[in-house]
C-alpha cells in the first residue's frame, strides 16, 4: 500500500512569510508525528497526535508553529512569521497507534527561508 | 538531560566485513531502542527494534545487542555490501506506547566496493 506522503517535497519562502506543510499518513494510522531535522543531526520530534488531538506538542519550539489533524487523518504543520533559523527537513510519521512501536516516515519536506 | 551519542565519525568498511556501530545514552533507562536507516533525501526507515529485556535480536544480516548495565546498542551489519551504505540513527525510548522518538545524530556509513 501507499506509504506516508508529504506535500510540497520543497518549499522556498521569505522571511516574515507563512507557509504550510502537509502529511497523508498511512490509512488506518491513528499515531502521527512531526519532526524536524537539520543537516547533519537526527530528526527532532516537534508534536504527536493520537486521533484528532495533541497528544504531545512539547516538541514544538515556540507560539509560530502549529499544527492540525482535523479529521484524524491528514494533518497540516504550520508555521508563522518564518524564519531563516526554521530552514530544516520536516519529516512527517505515522504508527498504527498504541502498541505500536515503530514509525514510518514520509520523504520529508524541505523549507528554505530566504 | 537525556543524551544520545553515536559514532562520531563517519565509517568506512570493505565490501565483505562486518560493520559495526555504537550508540551509547545517558540520563535515562529507556525500555527499548530502534534503529533506523535513512539515505540521502529520504526519510527514515525502520530496521529493528530491542526490548531492555532482551540482549540480542537478529534479522537477516543484521544484528542489534542492547545493554543496560553500560547503556549502550551495538548494530552489526554482517557480510556488508555497497548498498548497506546509508545513515543509520538510532532511537533509545521510554516505555509507553505510540513514544515519540529521540533520535542520535547517526553514523554515516559507506561500504567500499
Known amino acids: 500500500g501507499a506509504g506516508v506522503s508529504q506535500t510540497p517535497s520543497n518549499k522556498v519562502t521569505e522571511k516574515g512569510k507563512y507557509v504550510e506543510l502537509r502529511c497523508d499518513p498511512i490509512s488506518g494510522h491513528t499515531a502521527l508525528y512531526w519532526y524536524r531535522q537539520s543537516l547533519g543531526q537526527g530528526p527532532e520530534f516537534l508534536i504527536y497526535?493520537?486521533?484528532?488531538?495533541?497528544?504531545?506538542d512539547s516538541g514544538l519550539p515556540n507560539d509560530r508553529f502549529f499544527a492540525v489533524r482535523p479529521e484524524g487523518s491528514v494533518s497540516t504543520l504550520k508555521i508563522q512569521r518564518t524564519e531563516r533559523g526554521d530552514s530544516a527537513v520536516y519529516l512527517c510519521?505515522?504508527?498504527?497507534?498504541?502498541?505500536?512501536?515503530?514509525?514510518?516516515f514520509g520523504p520529508g519536506t524541505r523549507l528554505t527561508v530566504l | 538531560s537525556q543524551k544520545i551519542e553515536q559514532n562520531s565519525e563517519a565509517l568506512n568498511i570493505q565490501e565483505g566485513k562486518t560493520a559495526t556501530l555504537t550508540c551509547n545514552y545517558t540520563n535515562y533507562s529507556p525500555a527499548y531502542l530502534q534503529w533506523y536507516r535513512q539515505d540521502p533525501g529520504r526519510g527514515p526507515v525502520f530496521l529493528l527494534l530491542i526490548r531492555e529485556n532482551e540482549k540480542e535480536k537478529r534479522k537477516e544480516r543484521l544484528k542489534v545487542t542492547f545493554d543496560t548495565t553500560l547503556k549502550q546498542s551495538l548494530f552489526h551489519i554482517t557480510a556488508s555490501q555497497p548498498a548497506d551504505s546509508a545513515t543509520y540513527l538510532c532511537a533509545p525510548t521510554l516505555s509507553g506506547s505510540a513514544r515519540q522518538l529521540t533520535f542520535g545524530s547517526g553514523t554515516q556509513l559507506t561500504v567500499l566496493p
Open positions: 510519521a505515522s504508527s498504527p497507534g498504541t502498541g505500536a512501536l515503530e514509525q514510518y
Open positions: 497526535f493520537q486521533g484528532t488531538g495533541a497528544a504531545d
